[in-house]
């Protein structure tokens, strides 16, 4: 079956410190894997994808990703997180034709001061 | 230009009526996903359009929900007699062609829908 697994539902970290959000994947074909950042009250905004290539990807607002192939993971980091950076994170993967996406059920980041 | 758009922002509704949900897609993408958001399910695919066609309506909950697409652009998602586990954020995406690895869908700001 496929499917994306977030584990921590809820993260807090303080505002300078880094940040490391899991994403699991299931998966039968080639992933095509996705991080994208909800604030309250808005729609999905893309951070980073991954198709192929250098594992290590790097997105918008400083985030990066490595996707682990014989871990099926797809982690999300940043060195030093910011106070603008509280939101909820979905990892997300789809067919490597393009099409629907599965998402995780999301991670909530609180950042404190 | 202008992301995809979606109308209207916040629905209240009793339950048994009937709703509709629209989503305006970014000019010129032939493709367009509607998902549903809520809490415990976390975010669903419903049903997937290419152009005017939907080759993948998997996700749809029953027969009480259905969209269609018109001109390859607008799109609108229709529930009827509205059940109280209706209530969620419908969200709606658009990406350029809908295949390939390159493709990628951006979202609109969604509708929140309350079934009182």
């Known amino acids: 079956a496929q499917s994306v697994t977030q584990p921590d539902i809820h993260i807090t970290v303080s505002e300078g410190a880094s940040l490391e959000l899991r994403c699991n994947y299931s998966y039968g074909a080639t992933p095509y894997l996705f991080w994208y950042v909800q604030s309250p009250g808005q729609g999905l905004q893309l951070l980073l994808k991954y198709f192929s290539g250098d594992t290590l990807v790097q997105g918008i607002k400083g985030f990066e990703a490595e996707f682990k192939r014989s871990q099926s993971s797809f982690n999300l980091r940043k060195p030093s997180v910011h106070w603008s950076d509280a939101a909820e994170y979905f990892c997300a993967v789809g067919p490597y034709q393009g099409g629907k996406l599965i998402f995780g059920q999301g991670t909530e980041l609180s950042v404190k001061p | 230009g202008a992301g995809v758009s979606q109308s209207p922002s916040n629905k209240v509704t009793e339950k048994g009526k009937d709703v509709e949900l629209r989503c305006d897609p970014i000019s010129g993408h032939t493709a367009l996903y509607w998902y549903r958001q809520s809490l415990g399910q976390g975010l669903e695919f419903l049903i997937y359009?290419?152009?005017?066609?939907?080759?993948?309506k998997s996700g749809l909950p029953s027969d009480r929900f259905s969209a269609e697409r018109t001109g390859g652009s607008v799109s609108t998602l229709t529930i009827q007699r509205t059940q109280q586990e209706d209530s969620a954020v419908y969200l709606c995406a658009s990406s350029l062609t809908g295949t390939g690895h390159t493709d990628t869908q951006y979202f609109g700001p969604g509708t929140r829908l309350t079934v009182l």
């Open positions: 359009f290419q152009g005017n066609s939907a080759p993948d």
